[in-house]
Antibody
Framework: EVQLLESGGGLVQPGGSLRLSCAAS????????MAWVRQAPGKGLEWVSA????????YYADSVKGRFTISRDNSKNTLYLQMNSLRGEDTAVYYC????????????????WGQGTLVTVSS | QSVLTQPPSVSGAPGQRVTISCTGS?????????VHWYQQLPGTAPKILIY???NRPSGVPDRFSGSKSGTSASLAITGLQAEDEADYYC????????????FGTGTRVSVL
């Protein structure tokens, strides 16, 4: 069974940093692209970032470009999201999601999703 | 920034048929990119419901169906059940936004 377990969320002050982790199991992690998707309280879904299976290509939404960095360690089956210069509008549940392909292709989708980790940016 | 528009809510009685629209533009759905649908039950993570416009993953009841035409897509639920009460999101790709997969605004389905 595919499992994705996020960790690292919490309360952080504006301008601060946080690193999220997503431990994957039940599939060959190094064969699939991975992504982060967030959901602000009571709001809809927003794609944040993605990384190819090898880690050689990364992609970011304009709202986080230059502040967030996605990475992966295929030897540890773990996905990361380094979040710097955090703002109030970054407050959300952050989901880790497995892509259905090895690269970041337009026709793929997310399946499955982790249970999410809450990031709260507030003073 | 949601570039795919969905109705905020739809409702129906048990057994009825409801449809959810997902309206895009020439840079996403209208450009031929596939549409996928997710179901998010209260307090849980989203789950894939329909992929590639009209395909159901194994385990998804055939009460759920998807279609796409022009710059829009639709999700239909026939024989509505209480357990279908959830939020539904469409998702596609937008060529005007770098590397961007985009989600719809989301629709809350209520069973009366």
């Amino acid at each position: 069974e595919v499992q994705l377990l996020e960790s690292g969320g919490g309360l952080v002050q504006p301008g601060g940093s946080l690193r999220l982790s997503c431990a994957a199991s039940g599939f060959t992690f190094s064969n699939y692209a991975m992504a982060w998707v967030r959901q602000a309280p009571g709001k809809g879904l927003e794609w944040v970032s993605a990384i190819s299976a090898s880690g050689g290509s990364t992609y970011y939404a304009d709202s986080v470009k230059g502040r967030f960095t996605i990475s992966r360690d295929n030897s540890k089956n773990t996905l990361y999201l380094q979040m710097n210069s955090l703002r109030g509008e970054d407050t959300a549940v952050y989901y880790c999601a497995k892509d259905t392909g090895s690269g970041w292709y337009s026709y793929n989708w997310f399946d499955p999703w982790g249970q999410g980790t809450l990031v709260t940016v507030s003073s | 920034q949601s570039v795919l528009t969905q109705p905020p809510s739809v409702s129906g009685a048990p057994g009825q048929r409801v449809t959810i629209s997902c309206t895009g533009s020439s840079s996403n759905i209208g450009a031929g990119y596939d549409v996928h649908w997710y179901q998010q039950l209260p307090g849980t993570a989203p789950k894939i419901l329909i992929y590639g416009n009209s395909n159901r993953p194994s385990g998804v009841p055939d009460r759920f169906s998807g279609s796409k035409s022009g710059t829009s897509a639709s999700l239909a639920i026939t024989g509505l059940q209480a357990e279908d009460e959830a939020d539904y999101y469409c998702q596609s790709y937008d060529s005007s936004l770098s590397g961007s997969r985009v989600f719809g605004t989301g629709t809350r389905v209520s069973v009366l």
